[in-house]
C-alpha cells in the first residue's frame, strides 16, 4: 500500500510564505513525476506544479515567480515553497505522485489528503 501525507498548509497573512512538504511511503518501487494542484471553493482543481525524477519542472501561470517546486528522491519528497502569498492562493493543496508499486509492479497515479492554505489578514 502507499501514501502520500503534507503537511505545512496554514493561515499566512498576504505577502507571506510557507512551505509545504509531501512525503510518499509504503511498499515503493519508484516514483516518476510528483506534483501539487490545488482546489479553491467554487472553482476547479488548478496545477500548480510538476517535477519530473530527473528534476524537469512545469509550473501553472497564476504561481510562477512566487513558487517554487523541488524533490529529494532519496526521502520520496516533494516540496512547494511558496514565496508572496495572495488572497487567491487560499485553496486546499493537494499532493501528487506516479508511483511503482513494489511486488505487484503496478503503476498509479496516488493523491495526498491535501492540507488547507489560507491567505487573508
Known amino acids: 500500500q502507499v501514501h502520500l501525507v503534507e503537511s505545512g498548509g496554514g493561515l499566512v497573512q498576504p505577502g507571506g510564505s510557507l512551505r509545504l512538504s509531501c512525503a510518499a511511503s509504503?511498499?515503493?518501487?519508484?516514483?516518476?513525476?510528483m506534483g501539487w494542484y490545488r482546489r479553491a471553493p467554487g472553482k476547479r482543481r488548478e496545477l500548480v506544479a510538476t517535477?519530473?525524477?530527473?528534476?524537469?519542472?512545469d509550473y501553472g501561470d497564476s504561481v510562477k515567480g512566487r513558487f517554487t517546486i523541488s524533490r529529494d528522491n532519496a526521502k520520496n519528497t516533494v516540496y512547494l515553497q511558496m514565496n508572496n502569498l495572495k488572497p487567491e492562493d487560499t485553496a486546499v493543496y493537494y499532493c501528487?505522485?506516479?508511483?511503482?508499486?513494489?511486488?505487484?509492479?503496478?503503476?498509479?497515479?496516488?493523491w495526498g489528503q491535501g492540507t488547507q492554505v489560507t491567505v487573508s489578514s
Open positions: 509504503g511498499t515503493i518501487f519508484s516514483i516518476d513525476g
Open positions: 517535477i519530473t525524477n530527473d528534476h524537469r519542472i
Open positions: 501528487t505522485a506516479e508511483i511503482w508499486v513494489a511486488v505487484t509492479s503496478d503503476r498509479g497515479r496516488y
